[in-house]
């Protein structure tokens, strides 16, 4: 039988284990709530930037470098983790999507056409390593990023290299926020850029289940036939809406990415402090019991003693 | 006129106001009440919002759009 000392120390130990994880769980959960509100705070900018976005297309026919497609020789992979561990298996998921997508990408038969990588996170950073993949770029601590200036290094970086043809088609894998409790992973070619999809990726910032999801689309409808005056051309103004487009959902990715890391290690957090409790209590009734079989031993001992002296 | 301004940050400003003057790309200009319907690419500078009463409230303004429509809603979106 273990002894008394070593049983108390186990159950101090778990205790105290038990208070950290219930502390990360704690932070995670505000973290999470944070940047769910953030990607929630855009969501007006978002509308009024599709809005504009109708508008001009209305009257002058999109045109733009980050629109054409073009013949895809270079497709750079962006592969969003997180920087730290201890949230069950959400990184696992993201590098498997990440391996499923290079496996099944139907470029990959191609002879002229290669892979690069840009790695958002340490985990991805490591995994791209292990795997000897060419990574061109590292981006770390956007796991507590809710600025939009933030993520300004990043995307200024894909457009210049989409701009400067480094590479045709950029793909971004990471974690759609769905609720608290359900994450899934995103695999999106988010250049060369189609405006259905953003309408359709602006329409998802709402999440299903929670505190946020009754939220409902402020815009009006029907507001064909006003004569605007553009200035200083509808062409010139599409222009400058597209990158702030892409910005816009870049940004999103990443508060996405965020919101999900968070509840991930919110509920991994929470499943660890509650086997600490379970585990807390089991050893205090077998320290009890062991506390009392010694007692019961000494006693034993003085009436056996006491008989014997008779 | 109502005026929204918006960013990714939110909404950073809501409500009636005179007047607005601001940054364009082709230029500084003022919108008041019942301008014609424009769209515009705006400029780096400060936006003033002139508010009843004559007071005015100041927003800096990296790049962006204003776009009026025909019922008096002014909207700014910026970066």
Do not use: C
């Amino acid at each position: 039988m273990e002894s008394l000392q070593s049983l108390n120390r186990r159950r101090k130990a778990v205790g105290n284990i038990g208070a950290i994880t219930k502390a990360m769980e704690v932070v995670a959960a505000i973290k999470m709530r944070k940047s769910e509100e953030a990607a929630l705070d855009s969501r007006p900018y978002a509308f009024k930037a599709l809005d504009l976005l109708e508008k001009l297309s209305r009257v002058s026919k999109l045109e733009s470098v980050l629109m054409r497609p073009r013949k895809v020789k270079k497709t750079m992979v962006v592969v969003i983790t997180s920087d730290r561990g201890l949230i069950g298996s959400f990184n696992t998921q993201v590098l498997r999507v990440a391996e499923n997508f290079l496996a099944s990408d139907k470029k990959r038969s191609d002879q002229e056409h290669s892979y690069s990588f840009i790695a958002v996170g340490k985990k991805a950073d490591a995994y791209l390593a292990k795997k000897s993949l060419p990574i061109i770029e590292k981006f770390y601590g956007f796991g507590d990023y809710i600025e939009v200036e933030e993520i300004a290094p990043l995307y200024e970086y894909l457009m210049q290299g989409f701009i400067e043809t480094k590479w045709d088609r950029i793909v971004t894998i990471s974690m759609h926020f769905r609720s608290a409790l359900k994450q899934e992973t995103l695999v999106r070619e988010i250049l060369p850029l189609d405006t259905e999809k953003i309408r359709q990726d602006v329409k998802e910032i709402i999440p299903e289940h929670g505190l946020f999801s009754g939220e409902k689309n402020g815009n009006r409808a029907g507001a064909e036939d006003i004569e605007y005056i553009f200035e200083p051309s509808p062409a010139e103004l599409l222009a400058n809406l597209i990158p702030h487009l892409l910005k816009m959902e870049l940004y999103h990715l990443i508060l996405e990415a965020n919101a999900s890391e968070h509840a991930a290690r919110y509920v991994a957090m929470k499943s660890a402090s509650d086997n600490a409790e379970e585990l807390s209590e089991k050893l205090i009734i077998q320290y009890n019991k062991v506390r009392q079989a010694a007692i019961t031993g000494e006693m034993v001992e003085m009436a056996a003693t006491r008989s014997a002296l008779k | 006129m109502k005026l929204k301004v918006y960013s990714l940050k939110g909404v950073e400003f809501e409500g009636e106001a005179r007047s607005l003057n601001i940054n364009t790309k082709l230029g500084e200009i003022t919108v008041l009440d019942n301008h014609l319907p424009i769209i515009t690419l705006l400029e780096k500078g400060t936006a003033k919002i002139g508010l009843d009463g004559g007071k005015t409230e100041n927003i800096e303004i990296e790049s962006g759009f204003l776009e009026m429509d025909d019922e008096n809603n002014l909207s700014v979106l910026k970066d």
